[in-house]
T-cell receptor, first 118, second 115 residues
């Protein structure tokens, strides 16, 4: 079946502009995650949505970052007034962390959006 | 989250076994050991996970030390397609259920496979 998809695959923007990154999770997955990966680094958690629960926003680096998930499916990550340090690959993942699968918590990742802020 | 330590890089030859180590000396009794890998220009993918016993699946084997303070991911016959960054991650499913399911990634081990 279809995996996690993200768009755009590449985004180049100018410093100070706002950007929106989109994630389409695997159909039926209740949980959705955003991570970012700066050059040569591991993944850094940003935000987590699970069903109707309040999202875990503990990884968002500043108030310029926000995300929403509409209808429990598609998610949009918005970065306002982009800065050069926001340049990274933004990865989205989804899964169903419900029993009995919660022991595995296998997360399915999309290909990412490469954001470059000039 | 408990910390894991992995070598920055390793090299292997094609068709040979590869043993990727991970140290997790502060692991708690309820932490599971997960391995993911990230192929070039792709998102990470799940490889294997275990708690105490050694585990095998179609991708790899996971050998867990008796004291659980270290583990080794084993690729039995490396192929060029196994060249990737391999991440060892600890996760406590019980505490995760009460909070966030996020995975905490370190920098991983970059595996180079030589033809």
């Amino acid at each position: 079946g279809a995996g996690v998809s993200q768009s755009p695959s590449n985004k180049v923007t100018e410093k100070g502009k706002d950007v929106e990154l989109r994630c389409d999770p695997i159909s039926g997955h209740t949980a959705l995650y955003w991570y970012r990966q700066s050059l040569g680094q591991g993944l850094e958690f940003l935000i987590y949505f699970q069903g109707n629960s309040a999202p875990d926003k503990s990884g968002l680096p500043s108030d310029r970052f926000s995300a929403e998930r509409t209808g429990g499916s598609v998610s949009t990550l918005t970065i306002q007034r982009t800065q050069q340090e926001d340049s990274a690959v933004y990865l989205c993942a989804s899964n169903n962390p419900e029993p009995p699968l919660f022991l595995v918590n296998e997360q399915f990742f999309g290909p990412g959006t490469r954001l470059t802020v000039l | 989250d408990a910390k894991t330590t992995q070598p920055n890089s390793m090299e292997s030859n094609e068709e040979e076994p590869v043993h990727l180590p991970c140290n997790h000396s502060t692991i708690s009794g309820t932490d599971y050991i997960h391995w993911y890998r990230q192929l070039p220009s792709q998102g990470p993918e799940y490889v294997i996970h275990g708690l105490t016993s050694n585990v095998n699946n179609r991708m790899a084997s996971l050998a867990i030390a008796e004291d659980r303070k270290s583990s080794t991911l084993i690729l039995h016959r490396a192929t060029l397609r196994d060249a990737a960054v391999y991440y060892c991650i600890l996760r406590d499913p019980i505490s995760a259920q009460g909070g966030s399911e996020k995975l905490v990634f370190g920098k991983g081990t970059k595996l180079t496979v030589n033809p």
